[in-house]
């Protein structure tokens, strides 16, 4: 398996923009999670699913944000309007099921300037 | 709210020696704790995940403990080499807040040939 995929993987862009964040779970895995990492805060979980369902959103930042899950297979969290302070590295999780552990993608730099 | 801290924040150490890495969290009530790899701008490594009823789990030269009373957790790597320097994450999965990680902000370590 190729593990969890992100793109892009570096993204640089003008204040007011949209961004679009993209990810593929491992497949099988009935959970997928969104994790914003800064130096300031850490790593911080945004968003979780279960089964292609939003269980957990209390980590989204404001209604700038959002995030779906169309499929099994496919994953997108976007800002809109984007903001300086939304800079950070945000990672994609997936992991089989239970209480097990997750398995991260390599993570999508986002510049914002 | 979970909190976890991880002491100390960054380690240098000479090539061969063994070491400790500290985790505390300040909510008992868990299902599990995992430590994580994370290299320069990539992605994070699950190394071992430990049960809430476990108290330790080893993994080569790793061994991890889990003291869910005190709420403390060790990472010990035996012989460190060059190939170790990374930041090291310890992340906590509560048993009343679903399915999502608290992460700690890590220790940076460097081993120096």
């Known amino acids: 398996d190729a593990g969890v995929i992100q793109s892009p993987r570096h993204e640089v862009t003008e204040m007011g923009q949209e961004v679009t964040l993209r990810c593929k779970p491992i497949?099988?895995?009935?959970?997928l999670f969104w994790y914003r990492q800064t130096m300031m805060r850490g790593l911080e979980l945004l968003i979780y699913?279960?089964?292609?369902?939003?269980?957990?959103d209390s980590g989204m930042p404001e209604d700038r944000f959002s995030a779906k899950m169309p499929n099994a297979s496919f994953s997108t969290l976007k800002i809109q309007p984007s903001e300086p302070r939304d800079s950070a590295v945000y990672f994609c999780?997936?992991?089989?099921?239970?209480?097990?552990?997750?398995?991260f993608g390599p993570g999508t730099r986002l510049l914002v300037l | 709210k979970q909190e976890v801290t991880q002491i100390p924040a960054a380690l240098s150490v000479p090539e061969g020696e063994n070491l400790v890495l500290n985790c505390s969290f300040t909510?008992?009530?868990?299902?599990?704790l995992q430590w994580f790899r994370q290299d320069p701008g990539k992605g994070l490594t699950s190394l071992l995940l430990?049960?809430?009823?476990?108290r330790e789990q080893t993994s080569g030269r790793l061994n991890a403990s889990l003291d869910k009373s005190s709420g403390r957790s060790t990472l010990y790597i035996a012989a460190s080499q060059p190939g170790d320097s990374a930041t090291y994450l310890c992340?906590?999965?509560?048993?009343?807040?679903?399915?999502?990680?608290?992460f700690g902000k890590g220790t940076s370590l460097l081993v120096t040939p």
């Open positions: 992340a906590v999965e509560n048993s009343n807040s679903g399915y999502a990680l608290n």
């Open positions: 699913f279960n089964n292609n369902v939003p269980i957990d």
């Open positions: 497949s099988g895995h009935d959970y």
């Open positions: 430990i049960q809430s009823s476990q």
């Open positions: 909510d008992s009530a868990i299902y599990n």
């Open positions: 999780a997936s992991r089989p099921g239970g209480h097990e552990t997750q398995y």
